[in-house]
């Protein structure tokens, strides 16, 4: 399996900034996509940023502008920097991995999954 480590979130003030990053580990396995996903209550997930091999980010319209999606290759690691925040960013975020991985000597499509981290925008 490839397993997903999430760092930051918490309480922040509207214009605020904050940084969610994530760590992907496991063995044989190789990244195509890295990227955020967040779920308000009552609401569905919504992709918030991606970054697929080969191709630069994308965002979701509301958070052009503010938000900023990294890759660190060497440490498999995707960083989420979010300015201006908004209240209605308040969301729990997933990170999201793809890719392929080696198992029994065979490539196959993997689709990890973080715990999820509660981003609060308040006064």
């Known amino acids: 399996q490839v397993q997903l480590v999430e760092s930051g979130g918490g309480v922040v003030q509207p214009g605020g900034s904050l940084r969610l990053s994530c760590t992907a580990s496991?063995?044989?396995?190789?990244?195509?996509?890295m990227g955020w996903y967040r779920q308000a209550p009552g609401m569905q997930r919504e992709l918030v940023a991606r970054i697929t091999s080969g191709f630069g980010p994308t965002y979701v319209d509301s958070v052009k502008g503010r938000f900023t999606v990294s890759r660190d290759n060497a440490k498999n690691t995707v960083t989420l920097r979010m300015d201006k925040v908004e209240p209605e960013d308040t969301a729990v975020y997933f990170c999201?991995?793809?890719?392929?991985?080696?198992?029994?000597?065979?490539?196959?499509?993997?689709?990890?999954w973080g715990q999820g981290t509660q981003v609060t925008v308040s006064l």
């Open positions: 999201n991995v793809g890719g392929v991985r080696k198992v029994a000597g065979s490539w196959s499509a993997y689709n990890s």
């Open positions: 496991g063995s044989n396995f190789e990244i195509e996509s």
